[in-house]
């Protein structure tokens, strides 16, 4: 096995064996996963149950083999920048690391979701949706109504061919920590924060990574450019502004506190 460094792989000199070994690995959980999925499946239509359960199949975030230069989910670093494995070695524990620039690129943010409902017709959907979209959707579905304080949209109108949108853009982001804040993305350790990692807002044709002031904007083309190689923010400003106000806006929307929120620009 070839364990991620959460960080530059090439810095902490992985070699692209190394890192082709650990996507593979990676591909036989997801064929494990697919397997015992099948079986799941299988059983829930012996018992007859198929015509009348909703299923939901989703995942709940990518990982980065390489791709921006990154090996893992996040970039985490122990004090003295050993590499993730050697920190263990030296007698390290995760509380001693620390979270940095962590920019949420379409591997980490774009991820499957099926779902399988009776009397509806298959097919694939375009519309922006997100996860907590999903807990409205089962509440919905169970008849029980949705409390308002859920940011979230039920999808059975797209399921049932109602809809083919239920939002205009949606917003992927680490949670808003401040620097020096002790954080818990990924796993049940707290980090420090000492730098923070922007949101992604995409409304379906562009993709903004927006942090905070003094981090530089990066935007990119959602379809054309799915792998996020060409940061075009500086030939689009308009868009970079239109997005940026949309987050705004989103924002002041959902009550988020004032120290986390950002402000619209003309």
Known sequence: MVNPNYWDYREDRITETQLAIAHACYKGEITLVDYWFGQLMERVRTLNLLEDTWVIFLSDHGFYFGEHGQFGKRRFRWP??????????????????????????????????????????????????????VMPTILEVLGVAIPERVQGRSLTPIVRGETDAVHPFVVTSAPFEEIG??????????????????????????????????????????????????NVADAHPDVVRNLHRLYADWLAEISTPENTSVRAVS
């Open 181 to 230: 804040q002790l954080s818990k993305t990924v796993d049940d350790q707290s980090r420090t924060v000492v730098e923070i990692s922007p949101s992604s807002i995409t409304d379906g044709t562009w993709d903004l990574l927006y942090g905070v002031s003094g981090q530089e904007p990066l935007l990119y083309r959602t379809k054309e450019d799915p792998g996020h190689r060409h």
């Open 80 to 133: 003295d920048s050993s590499i993730f494995d050697e920190g263990f070695a030296k007698g390290m524990s995760m509380a001693q690391q620390t979270v940095h620039w962590s920019p949420l690129h379409q591997e980490v943010t774009r991820v499957p979701l099926m779902i399988r409902a009776p009397l509806t017709e298959g097919g694939r959907t375009e519309a922006l949706v997100t996860l907590p979209d």
